[in-house]
């Protein structure tokens, strides 16, 4: 299979794909084309009174507390009118479950840490923020981490 981009400023952005049959390989390209190009660059959050449009890449973690959910950047942390399940369609692929109530951008890992008794923390660069991974999470999150260091 080929890949080409060709470049033009005087046309409109689309993909194109030309192949003799549908396959499950063309399938799960088309599928994941679809979920990047659905992904947002920023997230509407509140911060008091005011509507804040948050750059995805600066979210450290995001977790739920009682019925609310809260966004964490290095500095700052804010109120998300979304479910969790809905912020994490909505990030993109270098964030993942850290536990059933929270999730992590695995790109801004700095180190992780497990206890003999399996429950981990992860720690990130920039901030002083902590978070626990539970035991079902840790090998997932290790294992994004490995992956997106490869692709770097």
């Known amino acids: 299979m080929k890949i080409r981009v060709l470049i033009d400023p005087d046309r409109d952005e689309e993909v194109l794909i030309y192949a ?16 990047a190009l659905s992904h947002q660059d920023a997230i509407a959050v509140k911060k008091g009174a005011s509507e804040v449009f948050l750059d995805c890449f600066e979210i450290l973690f995001a977790e739920t507390s009682g019925d609310r959910l809260w966004v964490h950047t290095a500095t700052d942390v804010y109120q998300c009118p979304l479910r969790l399940y809905e ?5 993109p ?10 999730l992590v951008n695995a790109s801004l ?11 981990g923390e992860a720690r990130f660069s920039g901030s002083e923020k902590r978070v626990f991974i539970s035991r079902r999470y840790y090998k997932g999150i290790r294992d994004k981490i490995a992956e997106m260091r490869l692709e770097a």
Do not use: D, W, Y
Request: net charge positive; with cysteine.
């Open 20 to 35: 003799h049959s549908a396959s499950p390989q063309l399938r799960r390209l088309q599928e994941a084309i679809e979920k």
């Open 87 to 91: 912020l994490e369609e909505r990030l």
């Open 109 to 119: 890992i700095f180190a992780l840490f497990r206890s003999p008794s399996g429950v």
């Open 93 to 102: 692929r270098g964030f993942a479950r850290a536990s059933k109530s929270c």
